[in-house]
DNA sequence: ATCAAAAATATAAACGTTTACATTTGCCAA
DNA sequence: TTGGCAAATGTAAACGTTTATATTTTTGAT
């Protein structure tokens, strides 16, 4: 399988050059311990008969695995839908961030919550990673737990609340939120719906909070009819449209967590006979630019997912260097593409 | 980081015991040269003390990696577009296939064909990984090439034409094509367009001859003025409607290679003031089941990704395991969801 | 030239596992 | 009892690297 001739190691460089296991390993490391020339001599060899490290033997002694795993949610299901999609370009820019290092991005597939806990768990206890990545945050999140216990580097995609500070990358959804709002607002809605993701997830909880705060100070009163939790699927954007337009009351707007969930609630629209535009409308974030090519074209955040994707990468590489996880805390702010005016149009009703 | 207390070893188990580390390895492997005795002995001291196999040591003893390499095609450009996404359900899919193995998934991103080479290179000349699992497989690729002069263990997303029998698993786009194409034959389009991938790639170049094939035997002309190749996001598929419809003698029906294409083309239909059903059909292939939701619903053919992904991981594991690939290459016929009649209207032409 | 100190290099052990080989144990037939 | 053999266990080396410590070389002041 290798074509004959091993691969060479540090011993071959030292039968090359003369020198000992202790000097070459440091001449390859820039050791400053290590006279310039005899580095050049030790580069030289090295060069010449093609020779790279050998992680594992770098593994086994410094315990150090290099890798960082990235706990990647599954669907829970048979039912494959259009859910987390745009996980394929995260882990693309975490990737890219960690080019040039000899940090490796190792998959974990979890199911839920409760898988999630045990990987970290086992992660932990047999140093299976240098770093976790993860996202789906929740408030108090148990996973942040066990990791800060553990006093083991990692990076979120998503907040936490009740706990000490800790890297994460999001983007501002309670910006989001109010921009949104206030534009509805400024068009005339007063009957703004939310599709939400799922209770216990914190960006949600930001959602769902700014929401309220913004009819509070709009003097709009509250009403849970026209906000909906769940996985945030085209599946469920259908439904909730086609549920809520069913209220004697039905929201004018809708504003969707996701692409998935927008494209969803236009289909609702379609099968409840409702027109964007007219009867009502949806605003969306998205992540992937993809509601620009839905018919019609939605309103929507756009954060080219790169760039949090990238950020992730970069800041799990700083914690594990043993940054303070204070200075590694980004919110991003997505772009507002209006696509349509938004306008309330005065509908006739009974 | 770890509470104190070390990590248990095999000699933590070798004191406890008063075994020696052969014994206590072999029964960890549960060898035969060890007695059902000693085994248990060994196996209740393991458990006790919470043992699990550092992997490093293995690893380097072995020379095995315990990694499965997947060359993950990443964006081209800073302009995220709606593409791969299926790559995130496919990497949980072969992440699945994997559990309950020492196998973890590693990935490697790519640019370009080019870039894939190299690192398939540096993964057989490093020994990075023990497998490998690519897509975007082209008729002669370079790839296959290199990982089979290697004799490296690897299985393809997709088939390749000029090289001995390897791992694959793909769809049938022949059979999709031929189903599709004589089921609008049938309802009565003459003029029928493929949206497909760059035409170096082996499923587009099978695409593009089944066409040609099922054109010629329902005695119809070949024109190239209907086939588009290109990178399939939504921007394509919409520009290519766009193209096409502005032609002498426009198509009555498009065939697209994925979902992303087909939401363009969608797209591309309103820009036009084309009514879907009216002036023209599109079929798509779907991973994802995202079509159902698109405004109208589209006919499809739809093969939920976890499928070949949960193939692509157990093959791996088998030609790691040193089975032949001739017994490990599977082609998916996915199932054909009709959401439209999809029959040609006689529509009046100046 | 001598010597101490500093700089550079060498020695050897260690990380945790597997495995070729050696040794011991148990068993059975003579 | 002895010898022989198979089964079970033990010994020790090896995988490739890093690093504490020891040794040698160089430098510069005297």
Same mark, same amino acid.
Not at 29 to 52: H, L, M
Not at 264 to 278: E, I, K, P
Not at 285 to 314: C, K, M, Q, W
């Given at each position: 399988?290798?074509?004959?001739?091993?691969?060479?190691?540090?011993?071959?460089?030292?039968?090359?050059?003369?020198?000992?296991?202790?000097?070459?390993?440091k001449?390859?490391?820039?050791?400053?311990e290590?006279?310039?020339?005899t !580095?050049?001599?030790?580069?030289?060899?090295? $060069?010449?008969?093609?020779?790279s490290?050998?992680? &594992?033997g770098?593994q086994? +002694? /410094?315990?150090?695995?290099?890798?960082?795993a990235?706990?990647?949610?599954?669907?829970?299901?048979?039912?494959?839908?259009?859910?987390?999609?745009?996980?394929?370009?995260l882990?693309?820019?975490?990737?890219?961030?960690?080019e040039?290092?000899?940090?490796?991005?190792?998959?974990?597939?979890?199911?839920?919550?409760?898988?999630?806990?045990?990987?970290?768990?086992?992660?932990?206890?047999?140093?299976?990673?240098?770093?976790?990545?993860?996202?789906?945050?929740?408030?108090?999140?148990?996973?942040?737990?066990?990791?800060?216990?553990?006093?083991?580097?990692?990076?979120t995609?998503?907040?936490?609340?009740?706990?000490?500070?800790?890297?994460?990358v999001?983007?501002?959804?309670?910006?989001?939120?109010?921009?949104?709002?206030? !534009?509805?607002f400024?068009r005339?809605?007063? $009957?703004i719906?939310?599709?939400?993701?799922?209770? &216990?997830?914190?960006?949600? +909880? /930001?959602r769902?909070?700014t929401?309220?705060?913004?009819?509070?100070?709009?003097?709009?009163?509250?009403?849970?009819?026209?906000?909906?939790h769940?996985?945030?699927?085209?599946?469920?954007g259908?439904?909730?449209?086609?549920?809520?337009?069913?209220?004697?009351?039905p929201?004018?707007?809708?504003?969707?967590?996701?692409e998935?969930?927008?494209l969803?609630?236009?289909?609702?629209?379609?099968?409840?006979g409702?027109?964007?535009?007219?009867?009502?409308?949806?605003?969306?974030?998205?992540?992937?630019?993809?509601?620009?090519?839905f018919t019609?074209?939605?309103?929507?955040?756009?954060?080219?997912?790169t760039?949090?994707?990238?950020?992730?990468?970069?800041?799990?590489?700083?914690?594990?260097a043993?940054?303070?996880?204070? !200075?590694?805390?980004?919110?991003?702010?997505?772009?507002?593409?209006?696509?349509?005016?938004?306008?309330?149009?005065?509908?006739? +009703?009974?």
């Amino acid at each position: 399988m290798n074509g004959g001739q091993a691969r060479p190691t540090i011993k071959t460089i030292c039968a090359m050059t003369g020198l000992s296991t202790a000097t070459v390993s440091k001449a390859l490391r820039q050791s400053p311990e290590v006279r310039p020339e005899t !580095r050049a001599i030790v580069e030289e060899a090295a $060069r010449k008969v093609g020779y790279s490290t050998n992680l &594992h033997g770098v593994q086994l +002694r /410094t315990g150090k695995t290099y890798q960082v795993a990235i706990l990647m949610t599954t669907p829970t299901s048979d039912l494959v839908e259009w859910e987390g999609v745009e996980y394929a370009q995260l882990l693309s820019g975490i990737s890219h961030a960690m080019e040039g290092t000899r940090y490796r991005v190792a998959l974990y597939p979890i199911r839920d919550y409760n898988e999630a806990q045990d990987t970290v768990r086992r992660i932990i206890r047999n140093r299976l990673a240098d770093g976790v990545i993860f996202s789906g945050t929740r408030p108090d999140d148990g996973r942040v737990r066990l990791l800060q216990e553990a006093d083991f580097p990692f990076v979120t995609y998503g907040t936490t609340e009740a706990h000490a500070p800790h890297a994460f990358v999001d983007s501002d959804n309670e910006g989001i939120v109010r921009t949104a709002m206030q !534009r509805l607002f400024d068009r005339g809605h007063r $009957r703004i719906a939310l599709i939400n993701p799922g209770e &216990h997830l914190s960006y949600g +909880r /930001t959602r769902l909070a700014t929401y309220q705060d913004m009819l509070k100070s709009a003097g709009i009163d509250y009403d849970p009819a026209l906000v909906a939790h769940g996985i945030l699927t085209p599946g469920f954007g259908r439904e909730q449209v086609m549920i809520m337009h069913a209220l004697k009351d039905p929201p004018t707007a809708y504003i969707c967590a996701n692409e998935a969930s927008a494209l969803g609630a236009l289909s609702g629209f379609a099968a409840c006979g409702l027109v964007h535009g007219r009867d009502a409308v949806i605003n969306a974030t998205d992540d992937l630019n993809v509601s620009a090519y839905f018919t019609p074209p939605l309103t929507t955040f756009y954060l080219p997912i790169t760039r949090p994707a990238e950020l992730l990468g970069r800041h799990i590489l700083k914690v594990m260097a043993g940054e303070p996880p204070e !200075r590694l805390q980004t919110l991003l702010m997505p772009d507002l593409i209006e696509r349509s005016d938004d306008r309330l149009r005065t509908i006739e +009703r009974p």
